[in-house]
């Protein structure tokens, strides 16, 4: 099976890797598909879960108007898709966005202005508005299954996460961004976020991306690491030993995929065959 998974995932353009995913998950044949929350769902469905979507159960949560308006005129294949206004949180009190000039920049935190403004293209954490909106927590969501969640709040990522201790219990991974330095005022960074989902068994796997900005522009990925895009996993050597409901291990082993994290999958197997 990992020889299987290894060939099928090396060396394909983006059209036959598609392909190839797709295949590789139809053999798992999961029950009613994989959930993922989406919390900040501004731009659209993060590439490689939209390679598989067709097998996704989509909750995208996003209370900025103007992204929203963009999300629902877009098209998708997924098996559902469902899109919430709702500001997600550690609470269900309403909470006030800070509503920036790039939508993609608006959070429940000001803007860090003695920071961001050291950096080019500052003025798109301009703030042009605020609005006091509803919020939910991640426990509140009625949603059957909360396999993976992936958080882009601008700062609020730790906020929701608190908001969700008992899904954090279920659930399998996140992809979270994270901030090194304070782009905005007073907001957790990326080590108290892994110090607190550590508390609920989730290891730090790797950085998908990282953002470096230049004091002169902040798109060349060059420059001071300011944040970036983490993922987080439940190790196998926990799923083998506390998940025995076989349809949540293919849907880890499907998450293992999507992220590429073949020997996630190698160490499950060999864990599970040591089991019996």
């Not at 993060?46 to 308006?69: C, L, T």
């Not at 703030?127 to 299954?145: A, F, G, N, R």
């Not at 906020?159 to 090194?180: D, I, R, S």
Request: hydrophobic share 35%.
């Amino acid at each position: 099976m990992i020889k299987l998974i290894y060939r099928f995932l090396i060396g394909f353009s983006e059209a036959r890797y598609r392909k190839k995913i797709n295949c590789l998950i139809s053999l798992l044949n999961i029950k009613n598909g994989i959930s993922l929350i989406d919390i900040g769902a501004a731009g659209q469905i993060i590439p490689r879960w939209e390679r598989v979507e067709k097998f996704i159960n989509y909750y995208g949560f996003e209370p900025d108007e103007r992204s929203r308006k963009k999300l629902l005129s877009q098209k998708n294949n997924c098996r559902g898709y469902y899109l919430n206004e709702k500001i997600v949180s550690n609470n269900t009190q309403k909470k006030i966005i800070h509503l920036c000039k790039a939508p993609m920049t608006s959070s429940i935190y000001p803007p860090n202005r003695d920071y961001v403004d050291l950096f080019a293209d500052a003025d798109r954490f301009d703030i042009i508005s605020e609005q006091l909106l509803d919020s939910t927590t991640i426990d509140k969501i009625e949603i059957p299954k909360k396999d993976f969640i992936k958080l882009d709040i601008q700062g609020g990522e730790l906020e929701a996460l608190k908001g969700g201790k008992n899904t954090l219990k279920k659930c399998l991974g996140l992809e979270v961004e994270v901030e090194f330095l304070p782009i905005y005022k007073e907001q957790p960074l990326y080590s108290d976020v892994t110090k607190f989902l550590k508390e609920y068994d989730f290891e730090f796997i790797d950085f998908l991306r990282i953002c470096r900005w230049e004091r002169d522009n902040i798109y060349t990925n060059l420059g001071q690491a300011s944040w970036g895009d983490a993922l987080y996993l439940k190790t196998p050597e926990f799923i083998a030993k506390h998940i025995t409901d076989t349809d949540l291990i293919k849907r880890y082993i499907a998450i293992c995929i999507i992220y590429n994290k073949v020997d996630l999958v190698k160490c499950l197997v060999e864990k599970l065959k040591n089991k019996k």
